[in-house]
């Protein structure tokens, strides 16, 4: 079964700083990995689709690398602002079908302004 | 023009309530899915659904039935609710099972 870790929980950083955020899965064999960011009292939001063939995607002052052998993907945030506060959560797919989407905990970010 | 839109957002009801949670979404998407998070804010998937087939997670208790007049659609039915049943439940829409999830804000429900 596949495991979805994301470390650390939480984070706080000053305005304007850059930053990375971790995810960690047990088995290599995925699909895709998808980044989201969840707003107090809101749904998800995604961010970022990486297919299994892909290395990296950017969009904005995001970017988020998958390294399938090692089970790891980042999200780098370039000149963090105070409304990128949020929680930020990976989902990893293993398979088609809703069952073989994994999702990690979260990290939830703060930026201090 | 909310892409995935549920009512209602929040629902307090007494324990062996019957209550309902309703979604549509306006992506055209053929897939639908109903997500539970719990006060850990960890996702679970519950059901999907893509007008053919209807997959459950096995964990799920049989008071919890997904109603999809169309494929706009996809209601949450649940039968005696439990206390352990409070939670914020999610609906999501996708096309096909492996492109990007879109999600509704949340149903936080409440059972006293």
């Known amino acids: 079964k596949q495991e979805v870790t994301q470390i650390p929980a939480a984070l706080s950083v000053p305005e304007g700083e850059n930053l990375v955020l971790n995810c960690s899965f047990t088995?290599?064999?995925?699909?895709?990995l998808q980044w989201f960011r969840q707003d107090p009292g809101k749904g998800l939001t995604s961010l970022l689709l990486?297919?299994?063939?892909?290395r990296e995607q950017t969009s904005g002052r995001l970017n988020a690398s998958l390294d399938k052998s090692s089970g790891r993907s980042t999200l780098y945030i370039a000149a963090s602002q105070p409304g990128d506060s949020a929680t930020y959560l990976c989902?990893?797919?293993?398979?088609?079908?809703?069952?073989?989407?994994?999702f990690g905990t979260g990290t939830r970010l703060t930026v201090i302004p | 023009d909310t892409a995935v839109s549920q009512t209602p957002k929040y629902l307090v009801t007494q324990m062996g309530n019957d209550k309902s949670i309703k979604c549509e979404q306006n992506?055209?998407?053929?897939?639908m899915y109903w997500y539970k998070q719990d006060s850990k804010k960890f996702l679970k998937i519950m059901f999907s659904?893509?007008?053919?087939?209807?997959?459950i997670n096995e964990t799920v208790p049989n008071r919890f039935s997904p109603k999809s007049p169309d494929k706009a659609h996809l209601n949450l039915h649940i039968n005696s609710l439990e206390l352990g049943d409070s939670a914020v439940y999610f609906c999501?829409?996708?096309?096909?099972?492996?492109?990007?999830?879109?999600f509704g804000s949340g149903t936080q429900l409440s059972v006293l």
């Open positions: 088995d290599s064999a995925i699909y895709n």
């Open positions: 999501a829409s996708s096309q096909g099972s492996r492109e990007k999830l879109f």
């Open positions: 992506l055209g998407h053929d897939t």
């Open positions: 659904y893509n007008n053919k087939e209807l997959i």
């Open positions: 990486i297919q299994s063939s892909q």
């Open positions: 989902a990893v797919r293993i398979g088609t079908g809703a069952n073989n989407l994994f």
